[in-house]
């Protein structure tokens, strides 16, 4: 399988898909309920257009961005994606390395495989860490000491997960705690031999920075059944606050879709906003995040940076999402594709695919620099009834 032969994220979907078993690519791949939220946030880029200009000079495109006082290379970064190593081995430290080399932002997974000591190490200017809060209150504290300790600049909180969500791909599959593997999902994995040698090879990855919370010696298993114990765990502000007094650096929620939420968020000296419906795998009528990102951009204005994550697929929707208010943009299942059937190489593709069409795009649009953008580059067509068209 050449990864360098998809041309676009949905050639690296379809490698993925023929790569894992079923449980794994629909782990990926799933929404919840109904998965209309899916469809939600891809149709919400489709009924917003581009406005072309040309005999503009567009010979030399900079998507240079500044976020938090950093210069990056892309207005674009690589969302937390959990269970990573399960899909690659080694993924979350592959996902950093690309970053890093192609000077973007990575947001390691509170359910990553790979440490923050270890992403710290392997890119400490460019690794953000997510964190899941336990309801072990103490937990979560030793884990925003542990983020502070190895340097990191910015952690993100992901307030959006107050229960389990029904996914029901993963109850279909067995995939929760306890695993429950059908004959079917194991002759399916057979199907897959160059996966099944990996995973026989490595094993269940370990949720690794929660290692420290688990009893000496425990297993890969065990460790899950400790972050089932704690997570999710439903935040207050009172915690808000209380994790804003513990972290010195730069402070990001992710998971705000109100424009309220926002103007408190905003009293209590967070930074930012990743304004977010979780990929569409939390609760599946939620409004689309592009949708409701103007609302939340009037309601704290200048006093925030805002993000978006959730249905990034496209030079074009990074671009809309732009020009719509967002500051910077972050994708997760696409990378997470790239470095599925590639390893390293596959994340670095991934990202040169969207490097290359938002260059294309700029240039459709006679934008030298990304700070051209703005609504009035925008055309909307509200009665844009298009449907997805996604092979599941």
Request: net charge neutral.
């Amino acid at each position: 399988m050449n990864v360098n032969s998809a041309i676009n994220f949905d050639d690296l979907r379809l490698m993925a898909k023929r790569y894992l078993p079923k449980i794994a690519f629909d782990y990926i791949e799933g929404g919840v309920d109904d998965e209309c939220g899916l469809d939600t946030n891809q149709a919400a880029f489709r009924r917003r257009s581009l406005i072309p200009r040309y005999m503009v000079d567009v010979s030399q495109p900079s998507q240079t961005t500044r976020l938090f006082g950093r210069d990056y290379a892309a207005p674009y970064g690589i969302a937390p994606t959990g269970l990573a190593g399960l899909f690659r081995p080694g993924a979350d430290l592959m996902l950093a390395d690309a970053a890093r080399d192609a000077n973007i932002p990575f947001i390691l997974s509170g359910a990553g495989t790979a440490t923050i000591e270890e992403i710290a190490k392997a890119a400490p200017d460019h690794s953000w860490y997510q964190l899941y809060a336990a309801r072990d209150r103490s937990i979560s504290e030793d884990m925003i000491r542990r983020v502070r300790d190895a340097g990191l600049s910015t952690l993100v909180i992901t307030v959006d997960v107050p229960v389990h969500p029904k996914r029901e791909r993963n109850q279909r599959n067995g995939f929760g705690r306890p695993l429950k593997i059908s004959v079917g999902t194991r002759i399916d994995a057979v199907r897959h031999p160059r996966w099944l040698a990996s995973y026989l090879r490595h094993g269940m990855p370990m949720l690794s920075n929660w290692t420290a919370y688990a009893q000496n010696g425990a297993t890969a298993d065990q460790v899950a059944d400790l972050v089932a114990d704690q997570t999710p765990s439903p935040l207050s502000w009172k915690d808000i606050e209380g994790f804003r007094s513990l972290w010195p650096g730069k402070l990001v929620l992710k998971g705000v879709m109100d424009a309220g939420d926002a103007r408190r968020a905003a009293e209590l000296g967070v930074d930012g906003l990743m304004v977010s419906n979780h990929g569409a795998r939390q609760l599946d009528r939620a409004p689309s995040p592009l949708d409701v990102l103007p609302a939340i951009k009037t309601a704290v204005g200048d006093k925030m940076t805002i993000m978006l994550d959730s249905g990034i697929r496209r030079g074009t929707d990074v671009l809309i999402a732009l020009c719509m208010g967002a500051e910077y943009v972050f994708l997760g299942r696409p990378t997470l594709y790239g470095v599925t059937v590639g390893g390293g190489a596959g994340a670095a593709h991934a990202i040169g695919i969207l490097r290359r069409e938002v260059d294309m795009v700029m240039a459709q649009c006679g934008i030298a620099s990304l700070d051209q953008l703005g609504p009035d580059r925008l055309y909307q067509d509200d009665n844009d009834d298009r449907r997805n068209t996604r092979d599941i």
